[in-house]
């Protein structure tokens, strides 16, 4: 997601001098809070207070603050206590913009906060490129860059002033992450040229928790980069168009149809001028606003939105049911448990079938990590073995939750990579296995990629465990991996 800070916005200013003031602006769905007091206990007490204002006003789904840099300084013990309260007590999303300074950078290590409500945003600034690397720990969510750090190149174009610049850039962004451009003139230039570079990035050595949708909303950033994946609803589009070509259908059901609603745009441009309902369903109330303002301005609120977990609302009658809730193995978003919910034998859902597949790999980055739970990837691994085909569900059917498969290995690994196909409609397919077609190709999902303690195991079993409350899957070879990782349904 990249967004623009106005001049007038505020000075982003780390080490001016300090007054008594909050300055506050609105950029899309992101509220700004510059703060400027150097006084420890007025400034988190002036923050709660406006915390909970911007949360009664229900105004943005993010908040960014720019902390003074007397806060980190003056009290590091103090100033941990008081960001883990702020942590513990926050509502919603909240991003502290902090300078790039090793000295800070330290100190915010030191202070492991751990929130899902909390986390870091980097004004790049020119500082060493050892800072920056050191900063990449912390995982920022936004990076501000300022006007400062571009120039025009001989064809009239913006572009980073320095290979430098653009390297610290490459090192701190992810595809999840937030960029705000602040005081730059040829914005939407800009914007571009920031898309491309983010393009041709290539982080190779990080892991990523797998997402949990039906326990922990998405945010736009992450919709973002699905609704990018032009392969994906290239093939959703021909899927659609031959169940409403084949089939008599009546109404249609979108479930999940996240921030910009793309599979509505698709059925509402598939069903014109024929006599269909659509209705789409969304538990996400970060969607609700976005989904409204489209229904009115794109769909001529044609468009019944129900914003409810589809679970609650399944009594629904519909003749097609549409959705894009699969994971990089298919099943690991609980596609499955959500989608029981339809089991009228006449009812054409897309997709019909999903099913995954392990490889057996080896890599250096899987040396170190918890091997508790998968996790999501996107950096090169050896493969060790042949794919092996793991679980499979239909729809409609009464799905078999627990599943349990057999996987063989002969080479020394420490990790099995998954991947997925899917046949949206009969001969329809998309997926993340490496030898699809490439129009069936999809970008937008990583590997998922279940770690193991470096082995020569030859006999692996997989388990997919529902036990009515949640799913979780485990792994066994020499011992037993993944029993403390679960997805709440």
């Not at 991003?95 to 980097?122: D, H, K, N």
């Not at 044609?302 to 193995?329: C, H, N, P, T, Y």
Request: a negative charge.
């Amino acid at each position: 997601m990249i967004g623009t800070i106005p001049n007038e916005a505020f000075t982003l200013c780390a080490e001016s001098s300090y007054r008594l003031v909050w300055q506050r602006s609105q950029v899309g769905d992101i509220v700004l809070i510059e703060a400027q007091e150097e006084d420890q206990d007025k400034f988190w007490s002036d923050l709660r207070c406006k915390i909970q204002k911007e949360y009664q006003q229900d105004a943005a789904n993010y908040y960014a603050v720019v902390l003074p840099y007397g806060i980190y300084v003056q009290d590091p013990k103090q100033f941990n206590l008081q960001l883990k309260q702020v942590a513990n007590e926050a509502l919603m999303q909240l991003i502290f913009i902090i300078p790039v300074v090793t000295e800070i950078i330290s100190l915010l290590i030191e202070t492991q906060l751990v929130s899902e409500q909390v986390s870091y945003g980097v004004y790049l600034e020119d500082t060493e490129e050892e800072a920056i690397k050191q900063y990449e720990v912390l995982l920022p969510s936004m990076i501000i860059i300022p006007e400062e750090h571009f120039k025009v190149n001989s064809k009239g174009y913006p572009i980073l002033k320095s290979e430098l610049i653009r390297r610290k850039y490459e090192t701190l962004y992810r595809r999840d992450q937030i960029t705000m451009l602040y005081q730059c003139k040829l914005m939407e230039q800009k914007i571009e040229y920031i898309r491309y570079v983010q393009k041709h990035v290539r982080k190779t050595n990080y892991l990523v928790d797998p997402l949990q949708p039906q326990s922990k909303d998405l945010t736009s950033p992450v919709y973002e980069i699905f609704e990018k994946d032009k392969n994906k609803y290239r093939q959703y589009a021909r899927a659609i168009q031959s169940a409403i070509q084949e089939n008599e259908i009546g109404r249609i059901l979108v479930v999940g149809p996240g921030y910009n609603g793309p599979l509505v745009d698709i059925v509402y441009e598939q069903i014109e001028g024929k006599d269909i309902e659509i209705v789409a369903i969304e538990k996400n109330r970060k969607c609700r606003q976005s989904l409204t303002d489209r229904n009115g301005q794109k769909w001529n609120n044609q468009v019944q939105l129900i914003f409810e977990d589809v679970r609650k609302v399944a009594d629904l009658k519909a003749d097609m049911v549409v959705s894009e809730m699969l994971g990089s193995i298919g099943c690991n978003e609980l596609s499955p448990e959500v989608l029981q919910s339809f089991q009228n034998p006449n009812l054409i859902m897309i997709p019909q079938r999903y099913q995954s597949y392990l490889m057996p790999v080896y890599s250096p980055f899987l040396e170190k990590p918890p091997l508790y739970q998968p996790y999501l990837v996107n950096f090169a691994m050896h493969n060790q073995g042949q794919w092996q085909k793991l679980f499979e569900f239909h729809h409609p059917s009464d799905p078999e939750f627990n599943q349990s498969r057999e996987i063989f290995n002969s080479q020394p690994i420490n990790g099995f990579k998954g991947v997925f196909v899917s046949n949206l409609y009969k001969n329809v397919r998309i997926g993340n296995h490496p030898q699809m077609l490439n129009e069936e190709y999809c970008d937008s999902w990583w590997e998922l990629v279940f770690p193991v303690a470096l082995t020569r195991r030859q006999d692996w079993r997989f388990q997919r465990c529902n036990n009515g409350k949640t799913v979780w899957y485990q792994w066994q070879g020499d011992e037993e991996y993944g029993e403390d990782y679960q997805m709440t349904m």
